[in-house]
């Protein structure tokens, strides 16, 4: 009778033991998650803050950098209002980055909305996944974005070519993108922040040069009523205007498809993001600025996207005004496309693999850590 009390209470010790053990082993897989969550940067990531503002500002600026005001400008039909719907799709558009923010923060993987759509909408089983790859699928712009930087390259430079120089410009920059950012990461990254910085400054320089020039020197009539003269305060032309905006705005959580590759994912989203946002609005303000000063406003609702030709044409003559608005845009699609790309190779492992039993269970964990910092 002793032996055997003895033998339970082994027994009941070695289960208390398998207990503790398993006990420690759930808190520690808690403490992984709830380090996950808090951003704790990792080993080995290569991409810094400024990197990430590149990142998400190249994606922001590409072509319709230059088309987007006389759209919204010819939509609405007048200064004011055009300055308007601009202001209300930089708060939605901040609106949307603060969504950004607060799940990267909470979840900062690389992988971007499908990540935040598989954690949220559990069931059915892939419906979240099958729908950003069909989006993705029919949606990318990559593709066409190499397209019109060939056709615009060949627009700057004196020499006549045929379109078959034009696609071997666009698969050039893919493949030239496509391996710096596949072989050679840290010199395709350096790449493509020098290309943002020189484009930012190509912006900024052309436009405050253009409302220098003219400052004084032309009187446009048709804005001698004010700058709300002729506002359609129509629904269907502020809407037209509106999603113009936010198609211009959009990509403001670009980094957030790289946050295994960024030092400090959370405190690059909660700086970074917010800089990056306001930047752009600020130079698509100062395009917007600079087409006032120098195309009187009856060119620009007449010409609509075509308004930048006119811009460039006034202000350094109709030969060097085409060549230098065809290199300045075919610039920033250039930067443009090599941050699709890097987006891209960085999101495709997330996208294409479809979650495992242990990333359920993983996905549980986090939704029942007691520090989890969001409420969904």
Request: net charge negative; proline share 4%.
């Amino acid at each position: 009778m002793a032996n055997a009390a003895d033998a339970d209470v082994d027994a009941d010790v070695d289960a208390d033991a398998d207990v503790d053990a398993d006990a420690d082993h759930v808190v520690s897989s808690v403490e992984e998650e709830t380090s996950l969550l808090r951003g704790q940067p990792a080993q080995g990531r290569k991409i810094s803050w400024t990197s990430a503002y590149v990142l998400i500002i190249s994606k922001i600026i590409g072509s319709g950098v230059f088309a987007a005001p006389g759209v919204v400008t010819q939509s609405v039909e007048s200064i004011g209002l055009s300055l308007l719907v601009w202001l209300l799709g930089a708060i939605l558009a901040a609106c949307g980055a603060a969504i950004s923010i607060e799940m990267g923060s909470m979840l900062p993987q690389s992988g971007g909305e499908n990540i935040y759509l598989e954690y949220i909408y559990r069931r059915p089983k892939y419906l979240a996944i099958s729908i950003i790859s069909v989006k993705v699928l029919l949606q990318t712009s990559t593709a066409k974005n190499c397209l019109v930087f060939g056709e615009y390259l060949l627009q700057g430079l004196p020499v006549a070519a045929g379109p078959g120089i034009s696609k071997a410009a666009a698969l050039g920059l893919l493949g030239f993108s496509a391996i710096m950012h596949g072989i050679f990461l840290p010199q395709g990254i350096q790449v493509q922040n020098l290309l943002g910085f020189v484009k930012l400054g190509m912006i900024v320089i052309l436009m405050c040069i253009a409302m220098y020039a003219v400052a004084g020197q032309r009187h446009d009539p048709s804005i001698d009523n004010g700058i709300w003269h002729g506002s359609d305060w129509r629904w269907q032309s502020l809407s037209r205007g509106l999603l113009r905006v936010c198609s211009a705005l959009h990509g403001v959580d670009n980094a957030n498809m790289v946050l295994n590759e960024v030092r400090d994912p959370v405190g690059m989203l909660r700086y970074v993001v917010p800089l990056a946002l306001g930047t752009a609005f600020g130079l698509y303000l100062l395009v917007n600025l600079a087409f006032f000063f120098v195309v009187p406003l009856e060119v620009i609702k007449e010409r609509g996207e075509l308004a930048a030709h006119d811009f460039f044409a006034r202000i350094f003559g109709a030969g060097w005004g085409a060549e230098i608005s065809s290199l300045l845009i075919s610039c920033c699609i250039a930067g443009n496309v090599m941050a699709g790309v890097f987006s891209m190779v960085s999101r495709s492992p997330h996208l294409y693999a479809f979650p495992s039993v242990t990333d359920s269970d993983r996905a549980d964990r986090i939704r029942k850590s007691p520090d989890d910092p969001t409420i969904l």
